[in-house]
C-alpha cells in the first residue's frame, strides 16, 4: 500500500516527504504556506498536479489569518516552481473560490471554502487519472512492456498516476505490462521513486541509467514509451522532465509509441507553442554531487534544467481523461479544453 501523498490531518498539511524515498517514508506536517512553499521547492513534494493540489492545501493553512494573508500565501506558493502549469491551475481556482466569499463572512468561511477546494481538486485529480488511465490502456498490447522517465505515478498526483496510471489501468484490464523505468538524473526520481512505487504494487522493473535508452530500444522490444507533462502548449508541444526529449527522439528513430498521460490542468492554451514554455533552471550542486558522496570542484561551469520540451511531431497520442487526442494536436486540445 502506498503512503498518501497529500493529506489534511486535523488543522496541518502532512507531506510525503519525497526526498527520503525509498530508504525512509517520513512525512512532514505543515503548519505554514512558507513550510509548503520550502517542500515544493526542495522536492520534498512534487511531480506537476501534486505541486497544485499541496498549494491549495498550502493557502488553507493561511485562511485563518484573513484574505490578505491568504493572498499573500498565493502570492509566495505561486513562485515555487516556474514550469508545472498544475500548480498556477490549482492556486487561481482556489482564488476564484475566496472571491465567492463575502468580505463580512466570519473567518472560518474563507478557510472552509478554501479546504473544500483543495480537496476537490485532490479527488478530481485522482478521478481523472483513472479516467485517463482507462483511455491509455486501451492503446496498449495486451503483453507488452513500457520505458518510463522520471516519476508520473501515484507520488506525483491525487493518486494511481498519469504514465503509471496507464500502467495499473492495464494491469486492471487483465494485460501484463513489464516497466523499464530511466533513473532521472540528477534527482534520481526515476531510481528512488518510480522503482519504489511500482514495486510496492507488484509491477516487474527493472531500472536503467538515462544514457542506456538507447541500446534497450535497439535491443530489447519495447512496445511503448509512456510519460507526464509538466505543461502542453496549445500545438501538442510538452514540456516534462529533463531527457525526456531524448526518449521521444529515439522512439521515433526505432519506431515506437511515443505517449504522454496528463490530466486537462496540465494543458496552457495560452501558449501557442513549448517555445514559450518556462524551463527551470535548478542549482548547480545537484549535478555536482556525486553518488555516495563527495561534490566535483566549486570550479566546475554547470547547467542544470529540469525539464525539456518534446515537439508534438514526436508524439504518437496525449493521453488525457476525456480520451486520447492524436496528431495533429491543436483542434482536440482546444476542443477538449473549451468544453
Ligand atoms: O521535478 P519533478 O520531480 O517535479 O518533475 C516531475 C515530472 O517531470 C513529471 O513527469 C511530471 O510532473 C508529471 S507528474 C504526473
Redesign the pocket.
Known amino acids: 500500500m502506498l503512503p498518501q501523498v497529500v493529506s489534511w490531518e486535523g488543522n496541518r498539511l502532512s507531506l510525503l516527504d519525497q526526498r527520503r524515498l525509498p530508504s525512509c517514508v517520513e512525512f512532514l506536517k505543515c503548519e505554514a504556506a512558507e513550510e509548503v512553499a520550502v517542500a515544493i521547492e526542495t522536492?520534498a513534494v512534487?511531480?506537476?498536479?501534486a505541486?497544485g493540489i499541496a498549494a491549495a492545501f498550502g493557502v488553507a493553512l493561511e485562511t485563518r489569518g484573513g484574505r490578505a494573508e491568504a493572498l499573500r500565501a498565493v502570492q509566495r506558493l505561486a513562485v515555487t516552481r516556474p514550469t508545472?502549469v498544475n500548480l498556477f491551475w490549482a492556486l487561481r481556482r482556489v482564488e476564484e473560490r475566496m472571491k465567492t466569499v463575502p468580505e463580512d463572512a466570519p473567518g472560518d468561511a474563507l478557510f472552509s471554502v478554501v479546504l473544500e477546494e483543495a480537496k476537490t481538486i485532490q479527488r478530481e485529480d485522482l478521478e481523472g487519472n483513472r479516467a485517463l488511465g482507462r483511455a491509455g490502456a486501451a492503446l496498449l498490447p495486451d503483453d507488452c512492456t513500457v520505458l518510463t522517465h522520471?516519476?508520473?505515478g501515484a507520488l506525483?498526483?491525487g493518486g494511481h498516476?498519469?504514465a503509471l496510471g496507464v500502467i495499473r489501468s492495464a494491469r486492471e484490464a487483465g494485460k501484463t505490462v513489464r516497466v523499464y523505468a530511466c533513473e532521472t538524473r540528477p534527482l534520481l526520481?526515476g531510481a528512488r521513486l518510480t522503482v519504489w512505487e511500482l514495486m510496492q504494487d507488484g509491477f516487474d522493473v527493472t531500472l536503467l541509467c538515462d544514457n542506456m535508452a538507447a541500446s534497450l530500444m535497439k535491443s530489447r522490444r519495447i512496445d511503448a514509451v509512456i510519460?507526464?507533462?509538466?505543461r502542453i502548449a496549445a500545438n501538442g508541444d510538452t514540456a516534462?522532465?529533463i531527457g525526456t526529449y531524448s526518449h521521444a527522439l529515439l522512439a521515433k528513430h526505432f519506431g515506437i509509441p511515443f505517449y504522454v498521460a496528463a490530466p486537462l490542468s496540465t494543458f496552457d492554451a495560452s501558449l501557442s507553442s513549448g517555445e514559450d514554455i518556462p524551463i527551470e533552471e535548478r542549482a548547480a550542486d545537484e549535478v555536482r554531487k556525486l553518488p555516495g558522496g563527495g561534490m566535483l570542484p566549486e570550479e566546475y561551469s554547470i547547467w542544470n534544467p529540469?525539464?525539456d520540451v518534446t515537439d508534438a511531431s514526436l508524439i504518437s497520442a496525449i493521453i488525457t481523461e476525456k480520451s486520447a487526442i492524436v496528431p495533429p494536436f491543436a483542434e482536440g486540445i482546444a476542443s477538449f479544453l473549451s468544453k
Open positions: 522536492l512534487r511531480g506537476a498536479p505541486i508545472a522520471c516519476n508520473a506525483a498526483t498516476g498519469t526520481q510519460v507526464g507533462a509538466d516534462n522532465k529540469a525539464f
